[in-house]
């Protein structure tokens, strides 16, 4: 029995752009005709020396290299990376934007594709217009088009604007009207690069609603984003790109965890000189998070271990001083999530030696899947308000959280819910 054609299959794809100031084009007809004699001569060496990646010298770069994967029908994959890794170059091949240097790339399907904001609009057509524009783009009969066309506007929320140009649209007016029509005109490919960080936390919400849904209705999906907890949440399966080339590819986690754990390098200690308040008794000189083994981590999961380590120097402290140590956890945006200072748990440090660390284990990080900061504090002979402050660097800690089964239920979509988790007990009673 013959198997299926996959939705997408890629063979050896490779991108090779070219830096730097271009050859100017001759304006005349005297510099164009040295120009023509010299061009076989030109494409001879090219041919010669050009396929050699040693020889493509310092103007020239690949954006992919060798690239080679198959995604079935009904799958939903999510592409990951970094800035640069060349995501955004696989979709618009993919898209047929751009062609390749070298490979191919077949799709069987009808493609809608979400790239950058404008991508596929007219900027002198009216919101209405461009609907139909696109729609007939996929390969869609009007009559087809009529009939998801009230969806398409309440989904986008700019009916107030639906006859007005496209060119006095907002970034994000533009994508939640190019989002709605690529996601309701019903292609059999759904293709979305980070465009939708573009729009507010609420439509970007709306957005992943809707590309679950498509996932589910049995439509490919490639879902390219920096939001790993959304790729971990819609995408079985997952792809890691690194300089134009595929590094890993398989289970949404397993890769996630992969680009995490290698991706983020140390770097410079980010409590060195930065600025501080309190009367340096005592000084962190070192903050981490590790596992209960104590190797260090790059991220961590919901639910999950983690010990919060915090390195110290006493300059003074006395015997019998009381320190409170505390970490606070803060969303990426500045606003806090939790303190967390050890008199909360009646925890008093004295006769501290004169180097050491503090460590705080969190039994099962009540955080949900984001990117947060860790910042730290420490005071003496009282409490957060009467305590004398010792040591408050404004430096912070970044560490990144993924999905994690934090009730033990399988339900990993918890994001959208809040930065933090709480358990509790539910129980039901006669009124």
Partial sequence: MAMPEPAIRAAGLSKRYRIGAARQRPTTLRDAIPSLLAAPARRLVGMLHGRARAA??????????DVSFE???????????????????????????????SGWAEIHGRVGSLLEVGTGFHPELTGRENVYLNGAI???????????FDEIVAFAEIEKFLDTPVKHYSSGMYVRLAFAV??????????????????????????LGKMGEAGKQGRTVIFVSH??????????????????????????????????????????????????????????????????????????????????KLKFENNGCAATDRISCSFSVHTDRGA?????????????????????????LLADLPLAPGNYVVMCRVVMNGDQT????????????????VGGDFYGTGNRQLSQWGPVLIKGQWTIARA
């Fill in 182 to 207: 690529a996601a309701h005109l019903e292609p059999e490919i759904l293709i979305v690069d980070e465009v939708l960080a573009v729009g507010d936390a609420a439509f970007q919400k709306k957005c």
């Fill in 336 to 360: 806090a999530v939790f303190h967390y200072y050890s008199h909360f748990s009646g925890v008093y440090f004295t006769g501290l030696p004169k180097t050491g660390y503090f460590k705080s």
């Fill in 138 to 148: 996929l390969g869609m009969r009007r009559a087809e088009i009529d009939r998801r």
């Fill in 227 to 308: 939001n790993l907890s959304a790729v971990e949440t819609l995408c079985p399966r997952a792809i890691l790109l690194d300089a134009g080339r595929i590094v890993g590819s398989g289970e949404s986690r397993e890769v996630v965890a992969s680009y995490l754990s290698a991706g983020v390098e140390s770097g410079i200690n980010p409590l060195l000189n930065c600025e501080r308040s309190g009367n340096g008794k005592l000084r962190i000189t070192e903050f981490s998070m590790e596992d209960p083994a104590g190797q260090e981590l790059r991220f961590a999961r919901s639910g999950e271990p983690v010990v919060v």
């Fill in 71 to 101: 995604v079935g029908h009904g799958e939903a994959v999510g592409i990951i990376g970094r800035n640069g890794a060349g995501k955004s170059t696989l979709l618009k091949i993919l898209s047929r934007i751009t062609k390749p240097t």
């Fill in 386 to 401: 009467t305590g004398e402050e010792v040591d408050f660097p404004t430096a912070q800690l970044p560490i990144s959280v």
């Fill in 56 to 65: 493509d010298g310092p103007r020239t770069i690949w954006a992919l290299e």
